[in-house]
């Protein structure tokens, strides 16, 4: 398989563990990892995980499929879902991106599980904004990450504010108001 055809296109993603993830990738040459990751070995940027080719057992292009979810098989997958356990963190990365559909999904994954994430919400901002935050040097990407508040309310109202879509602006908007919900 040649990683660098699907540059910028929505893939289907198998993981030699048999994981699935689906969305737009973004085309890593060997080069570039080794001088910023320090493994040579071409790979696909998926936000926001990086998938070597020895770690991927098979790539499906999803850009001729039009369904129910545009080229996606469903609303929201695994990739979302991922980032809602890693917390805060990895959910901005995904509200940073220029992709509306990743963003939407997030927003329709957050809302689904939203009981979830107010089981583990932690009220204001996370510590390492104030400085005051000491990394865990373990660096557990299974462990279950923080979701603050705070900072997800601000992520949201920066959506409503700046992005251009509307279903992104309504989901956001609709999260605030169950963020608002949880808070009183």
Same mark, same amino acid.
């Given at each position: 398989?040649?990683?660098?055809?699907? @540059?910028?296109?929505?893939?289907?993603?198998?993981?030699?563990?048999?994981?699935?993830?689906?969305?737009?990738?973004?085309?890593?040459?060997?080069?570039?990892?080794?001088?910023?990751?320090?493994?040579?070995?071409?790979?696909?940027?998926?936000?926001?995980?990086?998938?070597?080719?020895?770690?991927? %057992? @098979?790539?499906?292009?999803?850009?001729?499929?039009?369904?129910?979810?545009?080229?996606? %098989?469903?609303?929201?997958?695994?990739?979302?879902? =991922?980032?809602?356990?890693?917390?805060?963190? =990895?959910?901005?990365?995904?509200?940073?991106?220029?992709?509306? @559909?990743?963003?939407?999904? =997030?927003?329709?994954?957050?809302s689904d599980n939203f009981q979830l994430l107010s089981d583990r919400a932690v009220?204001?901002?996370?510590?390492?904004?104030?400085? %005051?935050?000491?990394? @865990?040097?373990?660096?557990?990407?299974?462990?279950?990450?923080?979701?603050? &508040?705070?900072? &997800?309310?601000?992520?949201?109202?920066?959506?409503v504010r700046h992005s251009a879509s509307k279903e992104v602006v309504e989901e956001?908007?609709?999260?605030?108001?169950?963020?608002?919900?949880?808070?009183?």
């Amino acid at each position: 398989m040649r990683l660098k055809d699907f @540059d910028e296109k929505c893939v289907r993603i198998t993981t030699a563990a048999g994981e699935v993830y689906e969305g737009v990738v973004s085309y890593c040459s060997e080069e570039y990892n080794c001088h910023e990751y320090g493994r040579r070995q071409e790979a696909l940027y998926l936000l926001p995980i990086l998938f070597y080719k020895d770690d991927i %057992s @098979d790539i499906t292009s999803l850009e001729d499929v039009k369904g129910a979810f545009g080229h996606y %098989s469903e609303k929201y997958g695994l990739l979302e879902k =991922m980032c809602l356990h890693w917390g805060t963190d =990895m959910i901005e990365e995904v509200f940073e991106s220029d992709d509306d @559909d990743q963003k939407l999904r =997030m927003l329709i994954c957050i809302s689904d599980n939203f009981q979830l994430l107010s089981d583990r919400a932690v009220s204001g901002m996370a510590p390492w904004r104030s400085g %005051s935050f000491t990394p @865990d040097p373990e660096g557990d990407e299974n462990k279950q990450g923080s979701i603050y &508040l705070g900072e &997800l309310e601000e992520m949201l109202n920066s959506l409503v504010r700046h992005s251009a879509s509307k279903e992104v602006v309504e989901e956001a908007k609709c999260l605030l108001a169950q963020l608002a919900d949880l808070s009183s």
